[in-house]
Every structure is written in structure tokens, then in C-alpha cells.
């Protein structure tokens, strides 16, 4: 939690107008100061004294606007009220902490030392609640389904599928979130879709997909270079990847007994970047064979040569071992091993548990 010792928050695009309160100012404001987060996880260990060491809910709600803005005015339109309001609620803050917030003249608007302490530390906890707000109500939402997933995975193999199981389950509201392949499993989802070998630390692995390497490419590609190859040839071709597949091309060369290729073609920060390219007949990427189905059954890809390599790893379905498993997660589930059977012919265990029996 260190690393948030210094944020800054620039509100210099804002506009205000003045009121008779003179606490209206275009200007931006930087926090230099977060609380310390680990101070902070300590203090909500502490019991609260006395209700009467808490200031009212709406002069800080009031206050923190204000601030965050700096302008009477913004804070009233993001607060429904009118700036009058906010004004009485700041000042009857003040009254309530016996010191300024704000220093008021010349039409400027700004923070007090005292005020900008106070903002960074309210500012944090309205975070906090309104975090654990949105969780409570997620919770509450039976029939949503909060899912990590690669954009990979999701763009390759979920959404030629998914009208399947929107068909079959119109109820249940799936709300995807697309990280980078390399992402934690963290608590704020239901279920995850990543690659591994079966163990995450806070989640039950369930096997998808194993992931089987094969070459492909564009059969304009192909047919611009003799119409066949083999696996002695991609020595003299352009071989295409991903950063995060580089070392597959190396395994697979020695795994067909190639030499390194003359050329060869790396894309960082975007895992579909290589696909794309041999789509675009660029030269001959590394696919993942449970990704490509769609497009070598269309002949959009073809494979160039009918070797494979088994990358020993696969595509694991995640349960948060810290959520209380919900019906839609297990229609989900169920869906996802009806799929790959149908789709792929690779018999999953994912799906075969139930909520009675699931850990």
C-alpha cells in the first residue's frame, strides 16, 4: 500500500461561477498526500468512541465536493442542491470541527492546510463505502454474474458462443471484465477464465480447454509461397507472435527439428495482434487450436503444416473460493462444459458439480 503516498487530482477543466459566498474559483488542486492505507486498515480495527465524535453526514458530504471541485457550484449540481446549501452545510462543518476549511476572498476558493488534510481523509473513506456499497448490492444481485476474462478468450472462443446461453438464460445479466492474461484473480468476481496449470491461490480450478500450439496462416499467404510447406520450410518464412507466446515458437522450432527463422515479427500489448497479422497474410503465427475453430472452419486460416505441440498448460474455469456460489454461476459453468464437449470434443469436468456438492 506504499506505493499511494502521492496522487494528484487535477481539476483545471472545471468551470464555476461566483455567488455571494465568494467560494466559487477556477483552478486545479493537487493532493500530495494520501493517508496511509496501512494507518488507515488499523483505525477501522478501532472501535468509534461515541457517536458525538462524528460530524454530521451531510456538511461532510458537502465539504468533500467542495473541495474535490473546489466550487460551491459543481459540488451543488453533483449534490442536487442549491449552492446556498452547500455554502450553510460547509460552514456549519466548520462550526462543528472549530476551525476553516476554506479560506474565502478575492472570489478565490481555497483549502486551508487543515481543510486539505481533513479532504484527503474523508475523500478515502467515501471511497471505501461507496466501494463497499457497490459489493453489497452485487451480492444482492443473484441473477448477475460478475466474470474475468481474457480479451483473447473472449473475442476467440466466448462470443461466437454466447448467444447460446443468453437464449437459454435471458434472466441472468453477465457482466464481463477484460483484464491482461497476467492479471490476479481477485474478490470482486464470480468466476475467472485464465491460463495456468490449476492452482490460484483463493480459487477452485476447473480445466476448460488444454492448449495445443499448431502454425497457421492466411491461405493467401500460402498460396503466394508455392501453395504447401513443411516443417524444414518455416526456416525461409516470417513467423509471427504474441510477447507472451515468443518462447512457444522457440519449443515448437526445436520440437519439429527447425532451425531459428531469418524473420520473424513481435507484438507486445496486444495478445491478438499476431493473429490478426496472419489473418492480414502477413506470415505464419502460433495458434492456440481451441481458439481457432471459428476460422479454420470458414477458411479464413488454414494450417500450413499438421504439426501440434501441447503446451502443458490449459484454460481453467475459476471460483472464488470467497463468494457464495449462486445459481447463475453454476448455469454458467454448466453451459461452459456443455460448449466445450459440443464444440471442441475435449470432455471437461467443468460444469459437473453442483451447488450441493460444489466446496
Not at 449552492?83 to 460552514?91: D, E, H, I, K, Y
Not at 461452459?336 to 471437461?348: E, Y
Amino acid at each position: 500500500m506504499g506505493d499511494m503516498s502521492k496522487h494528484a487530482v487535477d481539476t483545471s477543466e472545471m468551470k464555476s461561477t461566483s455567488n455571494d459566498d465568494g467560494m466559487d474559483q477556477d483552478r486545479s488542486f493537487v493532493v500530495d498526500r494520501w493517508p496511509d492505507m496501512d494507518a488507515l486498515a488499523g483505525l477501522l480495527d478501532e472501535p468509534i468512541k461515541s457517536a458525538g465524535s462524528l460530524p454530521p453526514l451531510n456538511p461532510l458530504r458537502a465539504f468533500e465536493a467542495t473541495a474535490r471541485h473546489l466550487s460551491v457550484s459543481n459540488a451543488a449540481v453533483e449534490l442536487f442542491v442549491t449552492p446556498g446549501a452547500v455554502s450553510r452545510q460547509v460552514r456549519a462543518l466548520e462550526s462543528h470541527l472549530g476551525t476553516l476549511l476554506f479560506l474565502r476572498g478575492s472570489g478565490k476558493l481555497e483549502l486551508t492546510p487543515e481543510g486539505h488534510r481533513f479532504w484527503c481523509d474523508i475523500h478515502s473513506a467515501f471511497a471505501i463505502i461507496s466501494h463497499g456499497t457497490a459489493r453489497i448490492r452485487d451480492a444482492h444481485a443473484s441473477q448477475a454474474l460478475n466474470i474475468l476474462v481474457s480479451r483473447c478468450f473472449l473475442r476467440q472462443w466466448l462470443l461466437p458462443r454466447l448467444s447460446c446461453f443468453e437464449d437459454a438464460h435471458p434472466d441472468i445479466l453477465l457482466k464481463f471484465t477484460v483484464a491482461r492474461p497476467s492479471s490476479h484473480f481477485v474478490e470482486d468476481f464470480d468466476l475467472a477464465i485464465k491460463v495456468g496449470n490449476g492452482i490460484w491461490e483463493g480459487a477452485r480450478a476447473e480445466e476448460l480447454l488444454p492448449i495445443v500450439y499448431t502454425p497457421i496462416c492466411s491461405p493467401a499467404y500460402i498460396n503466394a509461397h508455392g501453395g504447401a510447406i513443411d516443417s524444414s520450410d518455416l526456416v525461409n518464412h516470417r513467423l509471427i507472435c504474441s510477447h507472451r507466446d515468443s518462447h512457444e515458437w522457440s519449443r515448437f522450432l526445436e520440437h519439429v527439428g527447425s532451425p531459428p527463422p531469418a524473420r520473424f515479427m513481435e507484438f507486445s500489448g496486444d495478445s491478438l495482434a499476431a493473429f490478426d497479422a496472419a489473418m492480414a497474410g502477413v506470415g505464419i503465427a502460433l495458434g492456440r487450436q481451441c481458439l481457432i475453430e471459428t476460422e479454420l472452419s470458414r477458411g479464413a486460416l488454414i494450417t500450413p503444416i499438421s504439426a501440434t505441440m501441447d503446451s502443458k498448460r490449459s484454460y481453467y474455469l475459476l471460483w472464488n473460493r470467497d463468494r457464495r456460489r449462486r445459481a447463475a454461476a453454476f448455469k454458467f459453468s454448466a453451459w461452459l462444459g456443455d460448449q466445450v464437449q459440443m464444440r471442441s470434443g475435449h470432455r471437461s469436468r467443468v460444469g459437473q458439480s453442483t451447488p450441493a456438492s460444489a466446496p
